[in-house]
């Protein structure tokens, strides 16, 4: 007897099966059409009795509706009856792929000669075929088929394998791929298949605190593991949906290549290990590994039976909770083990941890039944209907009379039949449409369950955690709770210091030690799946950072350290360390000097003289963070208009031409075609799978491989990163460049692409062989920086580098950087300013403060000359500016001053570079100031290796 769980992974296989991958290479090229060939081979192997009736109709629905969601619908003229000639595109002949979040279209070189339709059905009836898995009996395993097409379906070998990944769904409508489509059909399917269910419902679920939780650090690292350990969670609650209804129920985030779900789908769905052995995730032997990238977000959006809500619901609060529970009795048995001391049940610290992690993580979720959107049934067919729908929203929308939100937009109107066409008609559309205003509603009841924040009281009698105060420290016995900082010489805390992270005197509660502890938990867990039983997550300390400029030249000039260094080595970033790894064993003691100076204090002063000598200059003593977050994510997901491309961007240029002759006097046509595209799931899971790309590949890339830098955390749309102060700005620039897929020098920054990494633009990059999609020219994003001292307090630090990330954001338009430099000796400098020029125009005038000709102290003379400038005349300022930068420059020097100073004042002077309310002179004066921090000789020297290339 087959159960409700085969029938649902029978109409999953089934779903993904109803249309080939190669369906776009084949369609109008041959006799039995893209439903013969690969579908009906592999349904024949799949179901040799034929496809059972229920399993059919619940792929036939889920086909109708997802296209209906995904794809923009055109306009059928007065005499066409199903499929007119006119409405026809032969991919292979024009083939055009349009980027799904710019409406920009790529036109491909024709494939109709290099790729025959009988050779496109057999890549992909073999393709899919070595993929099926089987029992030891023989029979086919439902379960681990339908995981290996959903993962390895769209990856094909060969010389097609870029354009595999990438073929459309409907050539007519080619901004979303056949896997996108695939995906969301075996999804409906499986909601679909079973007549006692009451269809699907979008559900969303939003795990939290985050930015408290993540703030709560003492180090780079504890920042590192408050983000990847809610990521983990993320990842805990995202595998309840899977493991019942698959990775494709998941549509936010795609699922699809994350390391962790790699992982999962290798060790505990059993998927053969040489599929992916040639992953990053398991040949990459350092914490560069993609698995340390806190790639997951706080929160999902999942598409999944009506009936199960309740269910899942419950499946994911005592999943993640349990998980947080298990992993906080684990830190503390690494605790009691690395002190010596003997584990038993009824140690405090247990009682201790079950208490202080009640209700943690908080898990908010609702759901949105896709019933609210059904209506009337005709010709077996279900319409839309945005009645009940509409009376469902209207509590959440300030709309007036008018229909709330997307049921009242243009494009919903026309879809509807409310606006009738001259000369023309649309089919009347399926519930599948009203995804966007279902989306929609989700939102908005999920933002109103987060209001609601249960709160239970616990007592908290003894000593407070000396990371947080709000809860007692770990310890094996109460009576320790009450031991005064001075008597705490046996816990079990003082019998660990300077392992784990841990400092002298530092006692935590359950949270701060899961974090502190998280990276030795999270290496071991994941160590037997990768080539390195020895992996662990490295830090590199901020001193590290802020020496490894200078340490980088004197490698490249072949200094060996001053003789007498003695120290422990330190982990360093990635780019030296590999640097470090092709010389000598006589150079590799450079990796002892932060070690070797932090021992010497600031008493051996002939050690430091010949550690200048070597170096060439003094070491440098400041480093820089970097906190990235993209624009207007929330309107991205939620496909604000000004982001969207429009509806006619969305059609094959072919077809566009061909709706123009019929249609173009038709003005609600018009109108329909220039209105902005909702949100759809194609949308998301484009958004989704572009931040992946970033935040796994190229963002890893750009910090560690191109540039001095430390990933700290980077997930989607969110980066942080510290980077050697020369390195800063260049990165921050490529980072920006690389979340858009656009070119750098477009931002400010040189273009510093290496061996992995190609190119960028027009929303794509060329990436170790592979095109990456992006999130386009108009996402935007912004960046806080920060330079501070090694020795700063780093909750001083990141208190800055938050502010300064917000600062970025409230210029008009953002996409914008704020740079503080934080001086030991007191005050502060501010530039805030967008990308581009006003940063091409900094890294200028770093260069001109650097040259040999131009006064050391040029900066300091001008500034201090322009407080008794008059500020209302611009054209005065700058005959006046030109004037007292000449003075302080000579010869070569001086012919590069009008340029510059012309920039200067035009920049100043334009309101809209400027955060609201600082006066232009200000602002200039901190600009130049900040410039000429940056130009000093310790830490403005370019290396010889910047910006060519990677490191290996």
């Known amino acids: ?5 085969d029938l649902r992974l029978q109409a999953r296989l089934a779903a993904r099966l109803h249309d080939p991958p190669e369906k776009s290479l084949v369609l109008m090229r041959t006799r039995d059409g893209h439903e013969g060939g690969t579908v009906r081979e592999l349904l024949g192997e799949l179901f040799p009795q034929g496809v059972p009736r229920e399993i059919e109709r619940a792929c036939e629905q889920a086909d109708h509706w997802a296209s209906a969601a995904d794809r923009m619908a055109f306009p059928n003229a007065e005499a066409d009856r ?54 030891d009996d023989g029979g086919l395993d439902w379960q681990r088929s339908a995981l290996a097409l959903w993962r390895f379906g769209p990856q094909l070998k060969g010389e097609l394998a870029t354009l595999w990944s990438l073929l459309p769904a409907d050539s007519r409508v080619p901004d979303h791929t056949i896997h996108d489509h695939l995906d969301l059909t075996a999804a409906l399917a499986s909601c679909f298949v079973d007549p006692a269910d009451d269809g699907p419902a979008l559900m969303a679920v939003s795990l939290g605190p985050v930015q408290d939780f993540i703030a709560a650090a003492r180090s780079v690292s504890d920042l590192w593991a408050g ?34 779900v790699d992982l999962w789908l290798l060790r505990e769905q059993r998927l053969p290990a040489q599929w992916f052995e040639h992953l990053p995730w398991r040949t990459i032997q350092t914490d560069a590994n993609p698995l340390f990238v806190a790639a997951l977000p706080n929160r999902f959006t999942a598409l999944v039976p ?116 001259e000369s023309g008609w649309f089919f009347r559309p399926n519930p599948g449409a009203l995804y966007p205003a279902l989306h929609e509603l989700l939102d908005r009841v999920l933002a109103a369950a987060k209001t609601v924040r249960p709160f239970a009281a616990t007592r908290e009698s003894g000593w407070r955690c000396s990371l947080t105060g709000e809860a007692e420290w770990i310890a094996t016995d109460a009576q320790h709770c009450a031991l ?53 997550r490295y830090v590199v300390s901020t001193h590290t950072m802020a020496l490894a400029a200078a340490i980088e030249r004197a490698v490249e000039l072949g200094k060996a350290p001053p003789a007498g260094v003695q120290g422990t080595p330190v982990a360093l970033p990635a780019r030296l360390a590999a640097r470090l790894r092709a010389t ?95 949100a759809n799931p194609a949308w998301h899971m484009a958004i989704s799978q572009a931040l992946n790309h970033f935040a796994i590949e190229l963002a890893p890339t750009v910090v560690e491989r191109l540039h001095l830098g430390k990933l700290i955390y980077a997930g989607g749309d969110d980066v942080m990163a510290m980077l050697s102060c020369g390195d800063l700005l260049n990165a921050a620039a490529q980072l920006r460049a690389a979340y858009s897929g656009i070119d750098p020098e477009g931002v400010g920054g040189t273009v510093g692409v290496g061996r992995r990494w190609q190119r960028s633009g027009n929303g794509w990059a060329q990436f170790d062989g592979r095109v990456l999609r992006l999130m386009g020219e108009r996402a935007t994003a912004s960046a ?73 102290r040029a900066a300091y003379h001008i500034t201090e000359w322009l407080h008794d400038v008059p500020a209302t005349d611009s054209a005065l300022v700058q005959h006046l500016l030109t004037h007292q930068i000449k003075r302080q420059a000579k010869d070569a020097a001086q012919a590069l001053v009008p340029d510059l100073v012309r920039r200067l004042v035009e920049l100043a002077y334009d309101d809209a570079q400027r955060p609201q309310g600082e006066a232009a002179l200000p602002w200039l004066a901190h600009f130049m100031m900040a410039a ?21």
């Open 306 to 421: 009506a009936k199960q809500v309740l269910d899942l619901a419950d499946r994911i609060t005592t999943a993640v909770r349990q998980e947080a529970l298990t992993l906080a009795q684990r830190a503390f048995q690494r605790l009691l083990q690395a002190a010596g001391e003997t584990d038993a049940p009824h140690l405090y610290g247990y009682e201790q941890i079950k208490r202080q992690l009640q209700g943690f993580p908080e898990v908010h979720w609702a759901a949105v039944p896709w019933t609210l959107a059904q209506g009337e049934v005709q010709n077996g067919r279900v319409l839309a209907s945005d009645q009940r729908l509409a009376e469902a929203m209207q509590p959440f929308f300030d709309g007036g009379a008018n229909k709330p939100g997307f049921l009242g937009s243009p494009t919903w109107q026309h879809l509807s039949g409310g606006y009738a066409l």
């Open 82 to 135: 199903r499929y007119p000639s006119w409405q026809q595109v032969r991919f292979a002949d024009e083939p055009v792929l349009i980027h799904p979040l710019t409406g920009q279209a790529h036109r491909l070189d024709p494939l109709s000669d290099d790729v025959q339709a009988a050779q496109a059905q057999a890549l992909g009836t073999d393709h899919l075929r070595s993929h099926l898995q089987h029992r």
């Open 584 to 678: 000598n064993d006589t150079m590799m003691a450079w990796a002892q000097v932060p070690d070797w100076l932090d021992s010497l204090g600031d008493d051996d002063a002939a050690a430091r003289q010949a550690l200048h000598a070597c170096l060439g200059t003094k070491p440098d003593t400041y480093y820089g963070l970097l906190l990235m977050d993209g624009d207007n994510m929330g309107a991205w997901l939620s496909a604000g208009s000004e982001f969207t491309p429009k509806v006619g961007e969305s059609f094959h240029p072919k077809l566009r031409e061909r709706l123009q002759q019929r249609f173009g006097v038709d003005e609600r046509f018009q109108a329909y075609a220039a209105s902005r595209r909702a």
């Open 932 to 952: 000429e921090f940056l130009a000093r000789e310790v830490r403005g020297a370019k290396s010889a290796a910047q910006p060519q290339g990677e490191a290996a």
């Open 484 to 536: 005064p900082p001075g008597q705490r010489t046996h816990t079990v805390w003082s019998k660990v210091k300077n392992r784990f992270g841990i400092r002298d005197g530092e006692h935590l509660s359950a949270l701060p030690m899961l974090k502190r502890l998280w990276p030795t938990l999270f290496a071991e867990d994941v160590r037997s799946h990768v080539r390195d039983e020895n992996l662990q």
């Open 1 to 5: 007897m087959t159960t409700l769980t």
């Open 227 to 260: 983000s990847h350990l809610l990521s983990h969670l993320a990842w805990v609650a995202m595998r309840v949906v899977c493991e019942a209804l698959g990775p494709e129920a998941v549509l936010f985030p795609r699922l699809r290549g994350v390391p962790v």
């Open 784 to 856: 806080g920086l920060v330079i501070a001292h090694h020795q700063a307090p780093l909750g001083a630090v990141l208190r800055a580098l938050r502010q300064a990330e917000r600062q970025a954001k409230k210029l008009p338009g953002k996409n914008a950087w704020s740079l503080a430099i934080l001086k030991r000796g007191g005050g502060a400098l501010y530039v805030t300013a967008h990308w581009g020029e006003p940063l091409r125009l900094f890294e200028d005038l770093r260069a001109f403060f650097q040259r040999d000709d131009v006064s050391r």
